[in-house]
């Protein structure tokens, strides 16, 4: 991905080999490579602009009227049921939740960049984007019980567990690790020859984690057709000792590009363009989609569908109560539910 630069030196004097022994070059070197090498990986400011530099779109570009009102109808699907989930934590019929409130236009932008047949490996707070690809809502409300209408059975209450039509791996409550399962996917899709693009979501905090540097050192080694998105609604959290999250993915081999992550548009063009590159054999991407704390990505999205004349603002608001309506419905008959029979 990067450019690739000789840089010459003169030998130095003596060399280390001994009388008789010649002298050896030595070399600057960005990236990875083998010490004996003379010519240095390195990334060029374009690259190192699109990791540091916040992308915003100018409109829905390719996004048909269709896809961007099943992505809205999926992110006010998924906003209602954190907000059911948050009061049953706050009255004691839950005993946790993972508030997913911000990130449904970034993750439903990033799904909906994918083709069906496309893999995602969630992360701990992205498996209701299987919304989109049509993950019924009374499921999900089921599983946040875990009671006897779980698909899971009721062995991990509160986490998505998604049927296996819709490829969508469900999360894990350990950090990163479905950043090489991703890896893996793509890497066996690529083995086949197959067109399927893989991927991988994140959170944050996931960076420090060694299988955030598995995942995307295995793509960047194998060239895999790999997406990875950070959700990051913590931009300016002290944890993240570098410049951004982004610029990461250089020194790994990949692309790396920041986004704005309340704008569905803007994820989407970010993520359909790096899995059009992933396809044509061009390797993976890391996209960083930046949250901005107490951002409104329903408003954004919103007018933004209304610009486009896709969606006015009534016909937004009655999709919104009809989400609700339905999520609602859907918690009230997952509470009449009896739990799981031990066996």
């Known amino acids: 991905m990067g450019a690739r630069k000789t840089q010459s030196k003169p030998p130095a ?159 894990s409550s350990h950090a990163a690790t479905q950043l090489p399962h991703a890896a893996g996917i793509a890497w066996a899709a690529k083995m086949q020859k197959k067109p399927t693009v893989a991927l991988g979501v994140l959170d944050p905090q996931e960076i420090d984690a060694e299988d955030f540097h598995t995942g995307l050192n295995f793509a960047g080694v194998f060239h895999l057709p790999v997406v990875f998105v950070c959700l990051n609604d913590r931009p300016h959290s002290p944890m993240q000792t570098g410049e951004t999250i982004a610029i990461r993915a250089l020194a790994y081999g990949i692309g790396g590009s920041r986004v704005d992550g309340t704008d569905l548009c803007a994820v989407w063009a970010h993520v359909r363009a790096a899995a059009d590159r992933a396809r044509r054999g061009q390797g993976a991407t890391l996209v960083e989609a930046v949250i901005p704390s107490g951002a409104n990505c329903l408003a954004v999205t919103g007018a933004r569908l209304a610009a486009a004349k896709v969606l006015d603002p009534r016909a937004a608001s009655e999709m919104q109560a009809a989400a609700e309506d339905e999520v609602h419905a859907s918690v009230q008959r997952a509470l009449e539910v009896q739990p799981q029979r031990k066996v």
Not at 25 to 32: Q, T
Not at 39 to 47: G, I, Q
Not at 102 to 108: D, R
């Open 13 to 171: 004097s003596g060399g280390t080999g001994g009388a008789g022994a010649p002298s050896t070059s030595r070399h600057i070197r960005a990236g990875m490579g083998e010490a004996t090498l003379t010519e240095s990986l390195a990334w060029t400011d374009e690259e190192y602009a699109r990791a540091t530099q916040i992308d915003r779109a100018e409109g829905p570009r390719e996004l048909d009227p269709a896809t961007l009102r099943a992505a809205f109808r999926a992110m006010l699907q998924m906003r209602a049921l954190d907000a059911a989930a948050t009061q049953l934590v706050a009255a004691g019929r839950l005993g946790s939740h993972q508030s997913t409130k911000g990130i449904e236009a970034a993750l439903m932008g990033a799904i909906a960049a994918l083709g069906p047949d496309d893999m995602v490996a969630a992360g701990p707070r992205s498996g209701l984007a299987a919304l989109y690809r049509g993950l019924p809502v009374e499921e999900a409300a089921a599983q946040l019980f875990g009671n006897g209408d779980d698909l899971a059975l009721g062995r991990l209450p509160g986490w998505v567990t998604i049927p296996r039509a819709l490829n969508v791996v469900p999360g």
